[in-house]
C-alpha cells in the first residue's frame, strides 16, 4: 500500500475517533461526564501504538490531522455550501471526516493535483462508506477543487 494511501487512511482513523471520543466524552469514576475534550494528538498517539503505524506514515497522517481540526472552523462551512440541502451534522460521521479530510488536502496542498485528493477520498468511501458514500464525496470535493480553480 503507498506510504501517503495509507496515511490519509490512518488520518481518517484518527478524526473519526476524535469525533466519537469528542461525542462522547469520558465518564469519571463517580458517573459524571467529562466536559474536557481530548486532545486529537493524544487519540494520534494511541492509534498509532494500537494499530503499530509504521514511522514513514506517522508524519503525513498527523499533518493532516492537526491541519484538518486547526482548519474545522472554515472548512465547514465550504462544505456546506457545496453540500446543496445537507448540514454537515445530518451527514454520516464517515462522510463528514472524509470531506473534511479531502478539502483540507485541496486546500493546503498545493504540490498535490486535486483530481489524486478527490481519488483518494473517493476510494477510502468506498472501504468505510455508505454504497452512496463514494459519489457524494466525489461530486462534493470536485465543486471545492472547481471553486478554487475559478478564484
Not at 3 to 12: D, E, G, I, S
Not at 37 to 61: L, N
Amino acid at each position: 500500500m503507498n506510504t501517503r494511501h495509507f496515511a490519509r487512511q490512518v488520518a481518517f482513523q484518527i478524526l473519526y475517533e476524535w469525533e466519537m471520543v469528542d461525542r462522547n466524552p469520558p465518564v469519571d469514576s463517580v458517573g459524571l461526564r467529562s466536559e474536557t475534550r481530548i486532545p486529537p494528538h493524544r487519540v494520534a498517539k494511541s492509534h498509532f501504538e494500537h494499530f503499530q503505524v509504521p514511522k514513514r506514515v506517522q508524519a503525513f497522517a498527523l499533518e493532516l490531522v492537526e491541519g484538518v481540526i486547526t482548519s474545522i472552523q472554515t472548512i465547514d462551512p465550504q462544505l456546506e455550501t457545496l453540500s446543496t440541502n445537507w448540514k454537515l451534522n445530518r451527514m454520516s460521521a464517515v462522510d463528514r471526516n472524509l470531506l473534511r479530510l479531502g478539502a483540507y488536502e485541496i486546500i493546503e496542498f498545493s504540490d498535490i493535483p486535486p483530481a489524486v485528493t478527490i481519488n483518494e477520498m473517493v476510494e477510502l468511501a468506498k472501504q468505510f462508506g455508505a454504497e452512496d458514500s463514494a459519489p457524494f464525496i466525489n461530486g462534493i470535493l470536485d465543486k471545492l477543487a472547481q471553486s478554487r480553480k475559478s478564484a
